[in-house]
């Protein structure tokens, strides 16, 4: 079994301040972890993903992520944000377990303000 | 290279009416999968498919049914559409294996009225 909990269902930044999206998961198995972004009425588009290698994990966009297996944290950063960061991020897990289905954490709304 | 197409991109629907949602993709993948997004849910797995002939159930099958004759296509079949069912749905598709990433079509935004 797997699941993923988003803890902010909103965020909100002054654009220049840093970004912290926040991401726990269950899994009964070794992970897989990915972080998807949401523009307005657009489909997803994969921010980054971690598959067992290293921990700390670059994105597109200057997005990373720190994969945590003692806290079962997969959070998301970027130390300055931009306007045209604002959007919805999905955190997203599966096992590396046969085929695995995703399991999608239910989004943080990032607001990015001037 | 086109990835993964959806069409319609928006729907219309009376109760009781049904469709078809297409998807096709262009990447060879072996997995495909239909999710539905409605807000503060996230998406959620409808059906989905590990190859050719392959097609199983995920959260949310109710309502919904899908066939994958080629590799290529995995069409969504809404049987008798209900209000419940007004949402954004997608398609995605994945090469085989646990730790790839999936590819997402645009979306069909679907009202049923």
């Known amino acids: 079994a797997q699941s993923v909990t988003q803890l902010d269902s909103h965020v909100s930044v002054s654009e220049g301040t840093p970004v912290l999206l926040r991401c726990n998961y269950s899994?009964?198995?070794?992970?897989?972890l990915f972080w998807y972004v949401q523009h307005p009425n657009k489909g997803l588009q994969l921010l980054l993903k971690?598959?067992?290698?290293?921990?700390l994990v670059k994105g597109i966009n200057g997005f990373e992520a720190e994969f945590k297996k003692s806290e079962t944290s997969f959070h998301l950063t970027k130390p300055s944000a931009h306007m045209s960061d604002a959007a919805e991020y999905f955190c997203?897990?599966?096992?590396?377990?046969?085929?695995?289905?995703?399991?999608f954490g239910k989004g943080t709304m990032l607001l990015v303000s001037p | 290279n086109a990835g993964v197409t959806q069409t319609p991109k928006f729907q219309v629907l009376k109760t009781g009416q049904s469709m078809t949602l297409q998807c096709a993709q262009d990447?060879?993948?072996?997995?495909m999968s239909w999710y539905r997004q409605d807000p503060g849910m996230g998406l959620r797995l409808i059906h989905y498919?590990?190859?050719?002939?392959?097609?199983d159930q995920g959260e949310v099958p109710n309502g919904y049914n899908v066939s994958r004759s080629t590799t290529e296509d995995f069409p969504l079949r809404l049987l008798s559409a209900a209000p419940s069912q007004t949402s954004v749905y997608f398609c995605?598709?994945?090469?085989?294996?646990?730790?790839?990433?999936?590819?997402f079509g645009q979306g069909t935004r679907l009202t049923v009225v």
């Open positions: 995605a598709s994945r090469q085989g294996g646990a730790r790839t990433e999936a590819f």
């Open positions: 899994s009964s198995y070794s992970p897989s």
């Open positions: 971690y598959t067992s290698a290293a921990t």
């Open positions: 997203v897990v599966t096992t590396n377990s046969g085929y695995s289905t995703l399991t």
């Open positions: 990447m060879n993948h072996e997995y």
């Open positions: 498919s590990v190859g050719a002939g392959i097609t």
